[in-house]
């Protein structure tokens, strides 16, 4: 066999995507016959290692991961909050507060973040505990405020950030406003309505033909008109 399949080919379970040089990614499994696809989707290479996005599935939290979530309530010392798992997620006040402890006869959590509000976070435990933890202490993780919103299936998600981010990089530019991508499907959008409508515009032809050559042009194509 060839030592790997051509970038961006459609694979079914079984196939095999490359040899024994290469180690496994995602929805992928290495056996005595090289690397195989354990779902139907899209080869992606990251140098020696091989995972295939899938075509579709539901968001499965994952240590690592950056999602968007909804404070949807108050648990001891922390926050639920619903990012799209089977279980609520928990966001420990611990995790949102850098320089102090965090004190309750001094502030409520509401004073800090309330019910109803977009985050950015990171998960930080999958859900070993039953439920997964969530951190706000990486750069770049907040409160979101006046964003619209786009949610797609978690299987795009890799599309539209593209490979090193060359295609978010292209939303971001082409569409002149700043973007939250969660890999749980949320995505977030903050800039003027004009630039919303073209955001979505590109992100529902990215979702529409996800496999197709010529892609990044099309959707350069569509950003500027």
Excluded: C
């Excluded at 950030?161 to 530019?173: H, R, T």
């Excluded at 890999?183 to 309505?193: E, F």
């Amino acid at each position: 066999m060839v030592s790997k399949l051509s970038e961006k080919s459609i694979v079914i379970p079984g196939v095999i995507v490359a040899d024994s040089s290469y180690t496994e990614g995602e929805n992928t499994i290495k056996t005595d016959r090289g690397v195989v696809s354990t779902r139907l989707g899209i080869v992606s290479y990251a140098g020696k290692k091989v995972s295939v996005i899938p075509h579709s599935g539901p968001y499965k939290p994952r240590k690592g991961d950056f999602v968007i979530g909804l404070i949807t309530g108050y648990g001891p010392n922390g926050w639920l909050t619903d990012i799209g798992a089977i279980t609520r997620a928990f966001l420990p006040v611990a995790e949102v507060i850098r320089r102090r402890r965090y004190d309750p006869r001094i502030q409520e959590l509401s004073e800090i973040l309330k019910i109803g509000e977009m985050i950015s976070v990171k998960v930080i435990e999958a859900g070993r505990l039953g439920y997964p933890i969530l951190t706000m202490k990486d750069s770049g993780l907040q409160k979101i405020t006046n964003a619209r919103y786009v949610k797609v299936k978690v299987s795009k998600i890799p599309r539209i950030i593209g490979k090193k981010g060359s295609m978010l990089k292209l939303l971001k530019e082409g569409g002149k406003a700043k973007i939250f991508i969660g890999q749980n499907g949320v995505i977030a959008v903050i800039g003027s309505l004009d630039s919303y409508h073209k955001i979505v515009q590109a992100i529902n032809l990215i979702v529409e033909k996800t496999f197709a050559h010529g892609l990044t042009s099309e959707v350069a194509a569509s950003l500027s008109s």
